[in-house]
């Protein structure tokens, strides 16, 4: 699965249903936010990781202006994760 996590979108294997649940629904959050410009759909993320099957945790990203780089910089994964929320 895709993670936004320290300014980057990365491709990562999660731990279980509850990991990917809890990204599935920061990336529901992420492409609400672009599409409204509405910070509030960040907050119950803030502080908040995911865990990759290694057991390493990646916080999700909730700075407004590194989720506006990560869009902006074109980069194909995290467009097909919008792509897949809309």
Known sequence: MTVITDGDAIALTLRDFEQSSLNG?????????????????LAPFEG???????GKAHPLETDPNALYRIDNAGGEEFHQIYRLIT
Do not use: E, P, Y
């Open 25 to 41: 629904k920061h990336q529901a959050a992420v492409g609400m936010f672009l599409r409204t410009n509405d910070a509030d759909l």
């Open 48 to 54: 908040r990781s995911v865990i990759d099957a290694a």
